[in-house]
DNA sequence: AATGAATGAGGTTTCATTCAT
DNA sequence: TATGAATGAAACCTCATTCAT
């Protein structure tokens, strides 16, 4: 990928998850940019082969923070959970509790008329999801887990941590979202208390 | 308000529950309410005014049913909570799990550069916590609620709700909501026995 | 014609005056008027039919006022010439200086494409001449004056008076058209001295 | 300025001059220029821009045709106010006296609710008046012109030019025109003796 | 690789007028 | 008489995409 295509992409991701794919018109990008129309066209076919390409952006580099950096760290599974939650809190922070998640902004806009982004956000969630796992897996060592019990309580994580962000936006205070970091911790005890009984 | 400005009202909701606000162009409306543009600028001075009108008449429905009828029904707390997740079950169910949480999904896409819409949809999420609360409260009866923990926890719950529909909405499978909906369960037994020692 | 209608035809005749024939909308002038559609075209067949109801409605008053009352007064004729530049001063005043001449604007914007409009303006322009040119005679009595000069000169007063009211309007300044009205003067005084010799 | 705008501003000209400002539609510019509805939005950014282009263009060249060539050229100033009066004249013979002045129509349509518009008129009568004032200094010679009695003559003679023009187009007669600028030579002449008695 | 002019369908809104009551 | 709902053509403007250079 050049660098150009890199800078659109970049351009296009941030005014996609502020405004969503559809009102994010091609005129704010190249404006954004700094591109003509051909420029653009020369690099994508298409405002949709874009918006693809900015999840994709975002995907890598939450790959990379998120489910690598932090989820597949070394470090035992209480930290991992925690730096997990200080680092949603954290992206949130840097836009003022505004925006929200774009994956999760994307899958309400797009998944039900869009099967390209509908695979690629149900992807997303399925990761992380997964990252989960083995770290609740090990949070309730030594007793051996319920792979099915697991998959949920990681689902439900996952959720309260979008509807939290959801709420968050809505009433545009990230205290909203740091209150319910803190219920997700005390689910995630709760959990590993039962497992263990 | 006339029927045919409820007919309208119903019409709109109908496809702005499933492609949002923006997405809904006035001739899908018009074609669905079977009116032409003018009668349509008769009844509403502009699409944004009846944007606002989905979400009131969306909200008076949610509000007689699930908050009135439901959860503040003269039934004991765990029915109230059982009857709410039901409730949101079959709502999802209705669209086949595809399109989510009207709130929700109007949340994420207009509460950064709407304020009218962000308020009304900030007002729906607080009548939903402040209507848990007191059920919240009975449950873990005879001990008094701390109410600042209630609150927390009404706002979870919300949350978990609210996150499980847009994780079934990616899917478009109603099971992972039906999943989290017992994860709620889960959690709400836990923060009663946790109060209550 | 009844109450009604009157009040129909001086609410358009303030709205069209400010904003011309095309740019009063018919939604304007049904509420300066307080009345509904059907009222309307109960009175007037069309917007049309008002405009010109209009236009011999503001006609009538300034016939009366300054065609009768002023130019045909009893008294000499300087006394005419400056009670009638007085006259449209005042006029001018009691709008700020922002509106104009009701006979100037529609003459300019109607003229052209509409004959109706543009034979009665005609003929407002041209009672207008036909009193002054007696006001004139009078004047340089002794004496006999030529009928053609008369004509012209008569003329050429009220074009100065559209053209001061014009240039007055498009400085929103008073001022402009109390200048030319003592250049209007000048111009008499010239015009009568010039004939008796 | 490409060609494409120049075209586009010359078509919209001659149709704002003959039917003012709103009501030129865009389809009637994109007729008469051959040009798409988005063709035009590349070149303007909306009809208001494209009116004051169209007011600007028309500027250019009256100030060239007349302000430089005429009344700015080095001939004694009788010729300058013959030759000034015969362009006006000239001009309104070329659309049969039926347009009007462009600059006169459009202050009367645009002044009172334009600020944009109105300021630009209000110039170009501005410069008018000024570029005749060192003409009638020179007229009086050797007689040192007052500039207070200079400006108001000035300004007569521009007030009686467009209101000549708005009787003549309501008339649809050029001869109201050439008698008009007959009493403006008189009122010049009479002027001239008498700043120099 | 790059520009920006050109396209044209479709967006929301306006409006004089007609019609059912 | 009077209401205001209904009509639909036409208003201004937007936008993703294509095309000529």
Same mark, same amino acid.
Request: aromatic content about 6%; charged content about 25%; overall charge negative.
């Given at each position: 990928m050049t660098d150009k295509r890199r800078e659109i992409v970049a351009a296009a991701a941030a005014l996609m998850h502020s405004k969503g794919y559809e009102n994010t018109k091609l005129a704010d990008i190249l404006e954004a940019a700094q591109i003509g129309k051909g420029q653009f066209y020369h690099y994508f076919s298409s +405002?949709? *082969? &874009?918006? &693809? $390409?900015? &999840?994709?952006?975002?995907? *890598?580099?939450?790959? !990379?923070?998120?489910?690598?950096? =932090? %989820? /597949? /760290?070394? +470090?035992?599974? *209480?930290?991992k959970i925690n730096e997990m939650l200080d680092w949603v809190i954290e992206q949130q922070r840097l836009n003022q509790a505004k925006c929200g998640c774009v994956f999760g902004n994307l899958a309400v806009e797009m998944s039900e008329h869009d099967e390209a982004f509908r695979r690629k956000l149900e992807t997303v969630f399925e990761i992380w999801v997964s990252k989960l796992k083995p770290v609740?897996?090990?949070? =309730? %060592?030594?007793? !051996? $887990?319920d792979p099915e019990e697991i998959n949920k309580m990681a689902q439900g994580i996952v959720a309260m941590i979008e509807g939290g962000i959801l709420l968050m936006k809505s009433k545009q205070d990230l205290n909203v979202l740091v209150n319910i970091t803190a219920q997700i911790k005390f689910l995630i005890r709760s959990f590993v208390q039962n497992q263990r009984h």
């Open positions: +405002k949709h *082969e &874009l918006g &693809l $390409a900015v &999840l994709n952006y975002r995907f *890598e580099s939450w790959n !990379q923070r998120l489910m690598e950096n =932090i %989820l /597949s /760290s070394g +470090k035992d599974p *209480e930290t609740l897996s090990e949070m =309730i %060592l030594p007793v !051996q $887990a």
